[in-house]
């Protein structure tokens, strides 16, 4: 017989070998820290998935509506989607979140608004921060959220423990923290400074690039300007040498008709300088002064009383009635003509009236625009008559665009108008309609341009007993690398033998901004220096 030692091993034995499920038990619980991980894993991977599907926001920033969302991310940063015109990515911060933000619509109204309030660009950039601090504490807040609910939730369909909920939640809760301390670690305002373009957006680099030269540009258009208005400072003694085709005679009454400077502070300069050496007793002015009609750009307007003569403005359709309400309270001998309001200078009466339209981005050019400018315009004839019927005839009316002047025919002799950027005449019976250029050379914008606008404006002659038409000095000053001044003489006969009627539906859409064609006759042309003279206060 033979003894086996030791135990038997086998089924319902004492000393049997253990179950495969038995064996797995006893490495899951020598394995703990693997229990631990996976349990995490699910959360994070719940959490994130979540959090890129319904753990976004949406949000205003200014008239924009956009939403923001939390994306999964190797490197972090912030994308900004623009559909359908690209993206742009900015290196905000590092981490696994990506701050994802798609523009879904502008609100037009709102934007209107913000520009007609006449907001400020600091007030904007606190409004617009504001708006875009509580948008991402939104996002923050309910992307938590949406990850720890996500988290809890998936570890308990996974492993239903509670062990293994509270471990995955609190693995997600420790991710969040570790994710928000890297990016408020690594965050970067300059980022912002320098985007990155894609799609049709990747033509913004050129044009930023451009934006930037303006101000070295604008130092050369400047240095130019000033050396020009010494020649035109000459303008009037040569004007002496022309023939006598106009009987002004040395007690004409002269003024200076400018319109659409946009922001340009050499007009103001070059406006001194001939009011000066032309001894004009005042300055009329046919509107958009501005571009977008804010108050920043209603601080660029303090030049106009610092003419010594009265300032006689009238409101542009790029001129918010912010704009307006400061020209008002410039002081000085300023006057804001609007509704019909008339004053008299030397024994010329002017009456005027501010455009009915303030759309500085062209939103409206339909029929309904034309109605607005044409009732305006009427409502200023009626204003005309009754100053007539009160023994007070009035010389010359100022607008801002050409339709509204069309009411005006037989009402008053001379009516001045701007917003075309080009020089322009029309008669029709005793009524004579100029068109002025652009006196700003359609403003600094044009300085990113490949043409130059010439800066243009006017000196009108008027008989001082009944106020009539009986010259006018077209100035025109070269623009940006045009070394130029010309000068112009035409008398009231003249315009009345070359021009036609008016149209009776002027166009209403935005200028094309380029430079007005060359007069017909040929106009004195006065040599330049190489030598800049003192600016003129």
Not at 92 to 97: D, K, M, Y
Not at 98 to 124: C, F, K, M, N
Not at 143 to 170: E, M, N, Y
Not at 205 to 231: E, H, I, N
């Amino acid at each position: 017989m033979i003894a086996v030692r030791g135990p038997v091993r086998g089924p319902g034995r004492r000393g049997h070998w253990p179950s495969a499920r038995a064996r797995a038990a006893s490495a899951w619980r020598r394995w703990a820290w693997l229990r631990v991980a996976t349990a995490v894993v699910v959360a994070l991977v719940a959490a994130g998935a979540a959090t890129a599907t319904v753990g976004g926001v949406s949000a205003s920033v200014g008239p924009v509506d956009a939403r923001l969302v939390l994306v999964p991310s190797l490197t972090g940063g912030t994308q900004v989607q623009v559909p359908p015109l690209g993206e742009l990515e900015l290196d905000t911060h590092r981490g696994p979140l990506r701050l994802r933000a798609e523009v879904d619509g502008l609100r037009l109204d709102d934007a209107r608004t913000l520009v007609a309030r006449g907001t400020t660009a600091a007030s904007v950039g606190e409004e617009l921060t504001a708006d875009v601090r509580s948008a991402v504490v939104r996002l923050v807040v309910r992307s938590a959220l949406v990850a720890l609910a996500a988290g809890a939730l998936a570890c308990l369909v996974v492993f239903r423990r509670r062990r293994a909920v509270v471990t995955g939640t609190a693995g997600v809760a420790v991710a969040l923290l570790a994710t928000g301390g890297l990016a408020a670690a690594t965050a970067d305002s300059r980022a912002l400074a320098e985007p990155r373009y894609t799609g049709l957006l990747s033509r913004a680099p050129a044009l930023v690039g451009d934006l930037a030269s303006v101000g070295s540009r604008f130092d050369v258009y400047q240095t130019r300007v000033a050396a020009l208005t010494g020649s035109v400072s000459r303008l009037y003694s040569a004007l002496s040498g022309l023939p006598d085709t106009a009987t002004t005679g040395d007690d004409d009454v002269r003024v200076l008709w400018v319109s659409d400077v946009h922001n340009n502070p050499e007009a103001y300069r070059l406006m001194s300088t001939l009011a000066s050496e032309f001894g004009v007793s005042a300055v009329v002015d046919t509107g958009d002064s501005t571009d977008f009609g804010s108050d920043a750009e209603a601080r660029l307007l303090t030049p106009m009383a610092g003419f010594g003569v009265p300032y006689l403005w009238v409101r542009g359709n790029h001129d918010s009635t912010v704009v307006q309400t400061a020209v008002g309270n410039l002081g000085g001998d300023v006057v804001v003509l609007d509704g019909g309001d008339t004053y008299e200078v030397a024994g010329i009466r002017f009456a005027g009236t501010g455009d009915p339209r303030f759309n500085p981005s062209s939103f409206v050019v339909n029929d309904s625009a034309r109605e607005q400018l044409t009732a305006a315009g009427e409502r200023l004839a009626s204003a005309l008559d009754a100053s007539a019927a009160a023994g007070e005839p009035v010389d010359v009316a100022l607008v801002h665009e050409p339709a509204m002047a069309l009411p005006l025919v037989g009402k008053v002799p001379l009516v001045l108008d701007g917003h075309t950027h080009r020089r322009a005449s029309a008669a029709d019976g005793d009524t004579l309609l100029l068109t002025q250029g652009s006196s700003g050379g359609a403003g600094l914008r044009t300085l990113v341009g490949d043409e130059p606008l010439p800066l243009q404006m006017s000196v009108l002659h008027l008989d001082p007993d009944d106020g009539s038409l009986l010259a006018v000095d077209d100035v025109t000053v070269g623009g940006v690398g045009q070394d130029s001044a010309t000068v112009e003489r035409r008398t009231a006969a003249s315009y009345r033998e070359d021009s036609s009627a008016p149209d009776d539906a002027p166009a209403l859409e935005e200028p094309s901004d380029q430079p007005s064609p060359e007069p017909t006759e040929p106009p004195l042309l006065l040599p330049t220096t190489g030598t800049a003279p003192p600016t003129p206060s």
